[in-house]
């Protein structure tokens, strides 16, 4: 199995820039597809972005396609999310998830394991 540790959020300004990273310790990590969703007091956890084993493809939910990238470094064993133009809804816990299947998921019930979160507030 793996572990996982998001790290990276806080408190950000409209506009402003951000990057979450996921240690993520056990398995061989690039055995694994990832994923970035997000929770927002009062509302379902939502996909943000997956991406395969390899780091070569890549996908995005609608709202945050063009201002987030996600990557990932094998060697390191950490998975990225780069984040832009932040607005008041990003706002929510963060979590990256992988799953024992190279290429990743759009749906949350598909992931494996969990990390603990990390909380991205933009103020307005």
């Known amino acids: 199995q793996v572990q996982l540790v998001e790290s990276g959020g806080e408190l950000v300004q409209v506009g402003d820039s951000l990057r979450l990273s996921c240690a993520a310790s056990?398995?061989?990590?690039?055995?694994?597809?990832m994923g970035w969703f997000r929770q927002a007091p009062g509302r379902e956890r939502e996909f943000v972005a997956r991406i395969n084993y390899s780091g070569l493809i890549q996908m995005y939910a609608d709202s945050v396609r063009g201002r987030f990238t996600i990557s990932r470094d094998n060697g390191k064993n950490v998975l990225y999310l780069e984040m832009n133009s932040l607005n008041p809804e990003d706002t929510a816990v963060y979590y990256c998830a992988a799953r024992l299947d190279r290429r990743g998921s759009l749906s949350a019930s598909d992931y494996d394991y969990w990390g603990q979160g990390t909380q991205v507030t933009v103020s307005s």
């Open positions: 056990g398995r061989t990590f690039s055995d694994y597809g």
